[in-house]
């Protein structure tokens, strides 16, 4: 069994740019519907043209193996630390074993990244 994010999209376009520099490529499109991939991870998104970024209550995780070298990409993408889109500073200790930090994408979808 595979589980995919589903997440919110104002501009197939949009989102796609923004997430080609993290890596991500389109696997599939038409207009109600579009795959990213990168590896095995998949994100899939629907159209929400109406969609206020800042009220957007949509998230995903992503579970890595190497949590500081997926901080270094997203960093190099120079996202402020707040407003939207935004990369949270930092990498921040949840558990003995379990780190984390935080993006949000230009439609306001939280996107956690965990790993040791």
Not at 50 to 56: C, Q, R, T
């Amino acid at each position: 069994m595979i589980v995919t994010a589903n997440l919110p999209s104002r501009d197939f376009d949009a989102t796609e740019a923004f997430y080609a520099p993290l890596g991500f490529v389109r696997s599939w499109r038409d207009t109600n519907w579009m795959i990213l991939t990168q590896g095995e991870t998949q994100i899939e998104f629907f159209p929400h043209p109406d969609l206020k970024p800042e009220e957007s209550w949509f998230s995903a995780c992503f579970r890595v193996d190497d949590l500081d070298a997926l901080h270094e990409t997203y960093g190099k993408l120079g996202l402020p630390g707040d407003g939207i889109p935004r990369l949270h500073p930092g990498i921040q200790r949840i558990t003995d074993d379990l780190r984390m930090f935080a993006i949000v994408d230009r439609d306001g979808s939280l996107i956690r990244c965990l790993g040791p």
